[in-house]
């Protein structure tokens, strides 16, 4: 079993700037891919970027330019750096791995922008 544990949420005015984690309990180059989804109220979950054991990044449109996926293979803890924040950006953010038996998902963390 695999845990992930994120944090770094919180509320921020527009064109702010948040960083969030998250940490695994295993380590993060046993899964395949890793990404961040995120859940706006009313909404389906909808994926915002993701990374590939190979380093292959995706990104939804929406956040192209301002967010960057990264990870720290030592810590074993994907990150998701977020600049220029806005109102619709407002969500719960989750972490994902697929692979090894997964997906795995975290408990989400909330990401507020106030306009």
């Known amino acids: 079993q695999v845990q992930l544990v994120e944090s770094g949420g919180g509320l921020v005015q527009t064109g702010g700037s948040l960083r969030l984690s998250c940490a695994a309990t295993r380590s993060i180059l046993l899964f395949n891919a890793m990404g961040w989804y995120r859940q706006a109220p009313g909404k389906q979950r909808e994926l915002v970027a993701t990374?590939?054991?190979?380093?292959?990044?995706n990104y939804a449109d929406s956040v192209k330019d301002r967010f960057t996926i990264s990870r720290d293979n030592a810590k074993n803890t994907l990150y998701l750096q977020m600049n220029s924040l806005k109102p619709e950006d407002t969500a719960v953010y989750y972490c994902n791995l697929e692979g090894y038996g997964g997906p795995y998902w975290g408990q989400g963390t909330q990401v507020t922008v106030s306009s």
């Open positions: 990374t590939t054991r190979g380093g292959t990044t």
